[in-house]
């Protein structure tokens, strides 16, 4: 008589973890940390270390997404994020495509319901979107059956960054509980730093938040964290020193006087350095303006884990689609 092969340690623990995305998750849908509970987001970066360790291994490929379909549409630029969640749905073996608006028939007026419910009736189980309007998957996710991942909304959340973020921190600091985290740079448009807020504040770290008086959106002051004009107050005594993006293509007029002065007040420099704690790492989201929110060395520097972080988000992105694709089974076994 054949015998039954035990479950791997791992087998055993995807299978707990999918259980619990069915339990533990209250969407389907991934728009935002600030929508998600403390448990939500642990239950997330646990899943994202199992990951990392399937990535570690030679064949990196698996079959927990084998027969679904993973569309990516994304109406802005991206390298990372694009590119990321393409290889976390390949290396979970699901059938994978991508378009971006320049090449769709959003350039010949189609709406964006049109759009989504088209890339939708392909059969498609998971949506992966970024658009330059801050609430356009809240909009598709409410109208369409398939799970919508948020992979940024013009200025409002980039949710899968801010968790990418977050397990960058744990591998090097242990814990996100505690930990003082300076985000410093173009506030105004940063949707990396609105998720992080959210994000970091439900797990108990303190967070700083250091503009230009331009470049500091009013509704900082209702968010979680303390807002500075200065970086030098920012940056002392932290244990992350995360530089923001200046984005000049969304600012409709100049927002400071010019690189050299931006730069000079707002750059993260070796001063930042040594007023952080001894210990501090260095994050940037990328893509990086070398000279402006920070020199090249400091973005090459023995502290900076700007290249971890892009490896950690095709484990984020893994655990995402893994995480919805199972609370989707779960929904669908229960209607
Ligand atoms: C960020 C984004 O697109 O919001 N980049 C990213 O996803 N890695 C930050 C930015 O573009 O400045």
């Not at 087998?11 to 600030?34: F, K, N, V, W, Y």
């Not at 108990?204 to 331009?214: H, L, Q, W, Y």
Request: proline residues 4%; hydrophobic residues 40%.
């Amino acid at each position: 008589m054949a015998k039954i092969q035990p479950l791997t340690a791992e087998e055993r623990s995807i299978r707990r973890t999918a259980e619990d995305a069915a339990t533990q998750l209250s969407s389907r849908h991934l728009l935002g940390m600030q929508g998600l509970s403390p448990a939500e987001i642990m239950l997330i970066l646990d899943t994202a270390f199992v990951m990392k360790n399937i990535l570690s291994v030679q064949t990196k490929k698996t079959a927990h997404l084998q027969g679904r379909s993973v569309i990516t549409f994304f109406a802005e630029n991206s390298t990372r994020t694009r590119l990321s969640f393409d290889m976390a749905c390949k290396y979970l073996g699901a059938t994978t495509s991508n378009i971006g608006s320049s090449e769709s028939s959003i350039r010949k007026g189609e709406n964006l319901f049109d759009t989504v419910k088209t890339l939708e009736m392909m059969s498609t189980d998971i949506l992966v979107m970024r658009h330059p309007q801050s609430g356009a998957p809240h909009y598709v996710a409410e109208r369409i059956d398939a799970s919508v991942v948020n992979a940024g909304d013009g200025m409002n959340e980039h949710p899968t960054q801010a968790l990418l973020d977050m397990m960058t921190m744990i591998e090097y600091k242990g814990t996100i509980k505690g930990l003082k985290v300076a985000i410093i740079g173009d506030a105004m448009h940063s949707r990396v730093m609105r998720s992080n807020v959210w994000g970091l504040t439900k797990i108990g770290a303190e967070v700083r938040v250091a503009a230009p008086p331009t470049m500091t959106p009013r509704h900082l002051e209702h968010m979680p964290c303390r807002v500075c004009h200065d970086v030098r107050e920012a940056c002392a005594d932290v244990d992350v020193i995360m530089g923001l993006r200046v984005q000049l293509e969304r600012q409709r007029s100049a927002l400071f006087p010019s690189v050299n002065e931006y730069a000079h007040f707002f750059g993260i420099d070796s001063e930042c350095l040594d007023l952080a704690r001894p210990d501090a790492i260095i994050m940037h989201p990328g893509p990086c303006n070398h000279g402006v929110e920070m020199p090249t060395f400091i973005h090459e520097h023995d502290r900076s884990v700007i290249h971890e972080q892009v490896a950690n988000g095709v484990a984020v992105r893994m655990a995402v689609l893994f995480l919805l694709n199972a609370k989707r089974n779960a929904e669908l076994s229960a209607n």
